[in-house]
């Protein structure tokens, strides 16, 4: 669990980072210089490359956290293992990006009146769904060394900063809106290097596949077990994409732009939980190759317990300073449509990260299948839910779609592995931290509005973080939180000393 926390609170600190640029490009930097309906179009752009990354992809992600730790060896060649996985991908690519192609008139007609920024974009999306693909299988490269911090400085920072260069570039000299997209895309491409060079750099050999270890009795299942797991990543993106590809169908452009903000508002949730989730992959892995289920259990109550300490601590310094937000940004009365959007997709992120590392225990098990069969069905409940709830409720609808489909995903698979495995991630700290989150909802309530909006955030966020954090470390509900606070302290008054 050591490298755990080590490689997750670095990673957390980067992530964090990159969520403060992320809030500077999309509370203040992309409302001030871009209109909603340009937002929208990045947004519907990035929306349907992800969309083709889940079918191109193959399940090639998932075999590559599975299946490496068995062809891991000490030269770095790993039997060819990782050029078989970059040769897969690549036809995963041409065969996904040849459907679309032959399949574009029909699917942008859907799009036709809906004041898309540019009339082309559909002839980006393949070119970006690209480098999403090839970008998306390195981070699992770096994943098996347990590296995980550069790939999220790379994702969540460089990407992040080059963004907002690119934006007040826009702003500020005379090239198009098409010319921007060239230049978005531009910034995943050299992306996708920086990690290439970075795993060069790791020494890690990208030699011809040894077919003597890469038996045919060993790439079927993979190949299979990839498939399978394709058909579960389509209705992952079903679940969490489909509204920024429904929105602009079924309102217009403009409000994905708004959407799309707030989204990225209640998503910030998320951060801590990309983090523990990447390095436990390998762990996880080791486990189940291991039969090693006394480990599984501690990574499972652990992963719950303090992602839901993080969780909710952001989620209360989000929703009860949300009007402040919307003040601080520019041109924010526009943006304020999105309001409860950011409640529902806050909790929504809260119920997933408050239920522990439950869809990485059941993909790496023998069960992964499960998955599959319940990502189906929930992806057509949320499909048929946003269908119905978009056109009454607007954004907000999208919205509750996506919390629901969340807490029903998370529900069914806490109830198998429970049932399965006799493993459950709850306790009576998790009821304590409930308790507290209501006790800190109360007082915010009772707390007087400052006449100015910053004092009113730093003031609301200080009293209510002490009085959360302080009574988590004062009663010891994280052994976790209360050693890494030990040890922070200790490297700061070392450090006192010393200087």
């Known amino acids: 669990m050591g490298i755990i926390i080590r490689q997750s609170f670095k990673g957390t600190i980067v992530s964090f980072t990159g969520a403060f640029l992320g809030a500077v490009n999309m509370l203040w930097v992309s409302p001030k210089f871009l209109s909603p309906s340009e937002i929208g179009t990045i947004s519907f752009l990035e929306s349907a490359a992800t969309s083709l990354m889940s079918i191109g992809s193959l399940g090639i992600i998932y075999i590559s956290d599975r299946y490496f730790p068995q062809f891991k060896t000490e030269d770095h060649k790993h039997a060819g293992f990782p050029t078989f996985l970059l040769a897969y991908l690549f036809l995963g690519f ?47 490269f770096s994943r098996a060394y347990f590296r995980i911090v550069v790939p999220s400085f790379n994702r969540e920072v460089l990407l992040r900063l080059l963004g907002i260069i690119l934006v007040l570039a826009y702003a500020w000299w005379t090239f198009d809106f098409t010319s921007f997209l060239v230049f978005r895309i531009a910034m995943y491409a050299l992306a996708t290097l920086v990690l290439f060079f970075y795993l060069k750099n790791l020494k890690m050999k990208f030699t011809w596949p040894d077919f003597s270890i890469l038996t045919k009795e060993k790439i079927l299942p993979m190949i299979k077990y990839g498939l399978i797991i394709m058909i579960g990543g389509i209705a992952s993106v079903l679940i969490i994409k489909i509204d920024a590809l429904l929105i602009p169908a079924f309102l217009d452009v ?23 989730a990447q390095i436990s992959i390998p762990v996880i892995s080791k486990a189940w ?6 480990t599984l259990s501690l990574v499972y109550k652990k992963s719950a317990l303090n992602q839901m300490i993080v969780g909710a601590w952001i989620f209360m310094g989000i929703w009860f300073n949300v009007d402040s937000i919307f003040t601080i940004m520019p041109n924010g009365s526009e943006y304020q449509a999105g309001k409860y959007v950011i409640f529902w997709i806050a909790l929504a992120r809260l119920v997933d990260m408050a239920t522990g590392v439950n869809n990485e225990i059941i993909l790496q098990s023998k069960y992964f299948t499960f998955n599959l069969l319940v990502g189906v069905f929930l992806a057509i409940i949320n499909v048929g839910a946003n269908v119905l709830l978009i056109p009454v409720w607007g954004i907000t609808g999208a919205a509750i779609s996506i919390f629901v489909s969340f807490t029903l995903f998370n529900l069914v698979r806490f109830i198998f592995i429970w049932k399965k495995l006799g493993m459950q991630p709850f306790d009576k700290s998790n009821l304590y931290i409930c308790l507290l989150v209501l006790a800190c ?59």
Do not use: C, W
Request: a neutral charge; zero cysteines; aromatic letters at 18%.
């Open 441 to 499: 909802a109360g007082i915010n309530e009772l707390l007087p509005t400052m006449s100015h909006y910053l004092v009113d955030v730093v003031l609301r966020s200080v009293i209510v973080s002490v009085l959360f954090i302080g009574s988590i470390l004062y009663f010891r509900i994280s052994p976790d939180l209360n050693q890494l606070t030990i040890v922070l302290y200790q490297k700061i008054f070392s450090f006192r000393i010393k200087k």
């Open 289 to 294: 190759n291991e039969q090693d289920f006394s």
């Open 254 to 276: 403009n409000m994905l732009g708004i959407y799309s903000i707030s989204f990225f508002i209640g998503g910030i949730l998320e951060i801590p939980r990309k983090s523990i």
């Open 94 to 140: 041409l065969f996904t990006s040849l459907v679309y192609l032959l399949g574009q008139s029909y699917f942008m007609s859907f799009y036709e009146g809906k004041r898309l920024a540019v009339d082309y974009v559909s002839y980006f999306i393949p070119v970006l769904f690209f480098f999403l693909l090839f970008m998306a299988l390195l981070e699992t």
